[in-house]
């Protein structure tokens, strides 16, 4: 199964570091997106910064929202990534806007009647250099969840460093071994209940 390239992810980095600024968020994207494409998922990295996203909680905002062509791109896709800073031990803002902007997929319907986000599978990916990584991720999950994106077991890869330092992610030379590790069986998860979803999707409401 997992050899069928049949499925697509998107990767919204939540950096607030605009293209084409090193960031730690999109090195971690990047590594989750590669980890998926051993497993037959093609994607594409986007930072959420670069487009002119506004904040509000409908599917479109007007005057220029950038949203609506990244949520295309998203209702497109079998896999959603988030990948985020910790800022004082929380999702950054630019993720939280984008969890504010998903809230409007409560009211939105499939072909089928079904809540616009079934049958995708939601990943988060988590970098910072102080404590929080557990409570990020469990913050975006259960957004994400709320709004009809199914989770894996093991859905959140993180790496933080030590409190206050001066060492990101992206100074490493190579990925540490036991987030390179957790990254893989996350994507791995990820890709199987994506790939079970392709197949037989959840039912329309009766």
């Given at each position: 199964m997992d050899s069928i390239p049949d499925l697509r992810?998107?990767?919204?980095?939540?950096?607030?570091?605009?293209?084409?600024?090193?960031?730690?968020s999109a090195l971690m994207a990047t590594h989750l997106l590669d980890a998926l494409a051993a497993h037959g998922v093609s994607g594409?990295?986007?930072?959420v910064v670069d487009h002119a996203v506004r904040f509000g909680v409908t599917t479109d905002e007007g005057d220029g929202d950038g949203w609506p062509a990244l949520r295309d791109r998203l209702?497109?896709?079998?896999?959603?990534?988030?990948?985020?800073?910790?800022?004082?031990?929380q999702p950054s803002s630019v993720c939280k806007m984008v969890l504010e902007r998903l809230d409007a997929e409560i009211a939105e319907t499939d072909d089928r009647g079904r809540m616009s986000m079934s049958d995708k599978v939601a990943v988060v990916g988590v970098v910072g250099n102080e404590d929080g990584a557990h409570h990020t991720i469990a913050e975006c999950l259960q957004g994400l969840n709320d709004v009809g994106f199914s989770v894996a077991a093991n859905a959140g890869a993180y790496w933080v460093g030590e409190a206050m330092g001066s060492v990101d992610y992206i100074d490493h030379d190579e990925t540490p071994e036991f987030v390179a590790s957790t990254i893989a069986t996350t994507a791995?998860?990820?890709?199987?209940?994506?790939?079970?979803?392709r197949a037989d999707g959840y039912p329309a409401p009766e």
């Open positions: 992810a998107l990767a919204l980095v939540c950096t607030l570091k605009p293209s084409p600024a090193d960031s730690s594409d990295e986007v930072r209702l497109e896709a079998d896999i959603l990534v988030i990948s985020t800073p910790i800022w004082l031990g791995s998860n990820a890709a199987h209940l994506a790939r079970l979803l």
